[in-house]
């Protein structure tokens, strides 16, 4: 063989070795992220997910690729979206933004692991045998989110104790309302106060429920925990704020979005845990050995700001058992 032609030939064999070392190298393995909501106001909660994949050493790109799953408040695609990350074998499923992706995740498929995030009981939804031992393909991160409100409601009484009349905003799509109410009404039976529902599962629905608050002079306003509540925060809190009602809600996002006190667990820890779980599942651990995680960061954020423009004083009580007080 001539000198030239052996040199072209070792050059060819350079350039093609690693072309077919990569060729040879397995795909990124797909996490199927499926939510009730919709991506924009959920992109911080996006972010907090990834940084728990990325704690367990997976970037998004690099070593894992993600499918993302959005049903835009409408829970009835749900079903669908789930069973198209099923037919696309993905690796794992985090299914969150309340129980109902996790139930439609559940549903889909009993084999591809499950990581959820819920604020129901995940047994009585039939998700896992037990919380330590959950013995199937799904685990996850309990949010505590519809066993909140009579907590919730106790600190709206705190602020607004004179108040005749509480109204309480539900969303009658939601899969955790008879256990929202249920523990509503008796919360108020014990204490004597006097609610009233109010039913809201659509934009219009909640313009009008908002409405109805000036007939029923209503002395504050409690909403209730919901994805689709969540996922049109800035709204409510505008409409509160031209109904003049003092209002409690769910998630921190909430109140820094403007709205006067927000009770609950924090949203975006749990997330970044359901992407810790999500990786050590990449890693090869079972859901089966995973206990569900209890998301136990509470937060009490209160808006003085807002309060101010309501003319109410927040008691110092309250402001001392604040985590956080945006001024």
């Known amino acids: 063989m001539r000198r030239r032609e052996f040199t072209s030939l070792l050059c060819s064999a350079a350039v093609s070795w690693p072309l077919a070392a990569r060729a040879q190298q397995s795909p990124l393995p797909v996490v199927g992220f499926l939510n009730a ?8 909660f996006v972010a907090a997910f990834r940084r728990g994949l990325h704690e367990m050493g997976y970037v998004e790109g690099r070593n894992v690729a993600i499918e993302y799953r959005w049903a835009e408040g409408q829970n009835d695609r749900l079903p669908a979206l789930a069973a ?44 896992v045998a037990s919380l330590s031992r959950p013995g199937g393909n799904a685990t996850g991160v309990n949010m505590f989110t519809s ?36 523990d509503l009404q008796e919360a108020a039976r014990a204490v004597g106060q006097q609610i009233h529902v109010l039913y809201a599962g659509s934009g219009q629905e909640l313009d009008t429920a908002f409405a109805t608050l000036t007939q029923l002079r209503a002395g504050a306003l409690l909403i209730c925990s919901d ?63 995973l206990p569900v995680v209890p998301s136990i960061k509470f937060e009490f954020v209160i808006n003085l700001k807002t309060a101010k423009s309501l003319g109410l004083d927040i008691p110092v009580k309250m402001l001392a058992l604040a985590d956080e007080v945006i001024e």
């Open 37 to 44: 909501a919709s991506p924009v106001p959920f992109a911080y």
């Open 147 to 182: 066993t909140l409100e009579p907590k919730r409601l106790g600190l709206l009484r705190e602020l607004v104790p004179s108040a005749a009349l509480l109204a309480v905003l539900v969303n009658p799509n939601s899969p955790n309302i008879d256990t929202q109410l249920k």
């Open 227 to 289: 994805v689709f509540f969540n996922s049109i925060r800035d709204r409510i809190v505008a409409l509160a704020a031209r109904y003049v009602i003092p209002a409690i809600y769910e998630w921190r996002e909430f109140a820094a979005a403007g709205g006067l006190m927000s009770y609950g667990t924090n949203l975006a820890e749990g997330y970044r845990q359901v992407g810790v779980y999500t990786g050590r599942v990449l890693k090869g651990e079972k859901p089966a050995d």
């Open 84 to 127: 198209d990350l099923v037919r696309q074998q993905v690796a794992v499923i985090a299914a969150t933004g309340g129980n109902a992706p996790a139930v439609a995740a559940k549903t889909a498929t009993g084999s591809i692991p499950i990581v959820f995030s819920g604020g129901g009981d995940p047994v009585r939804l039939g998700l």
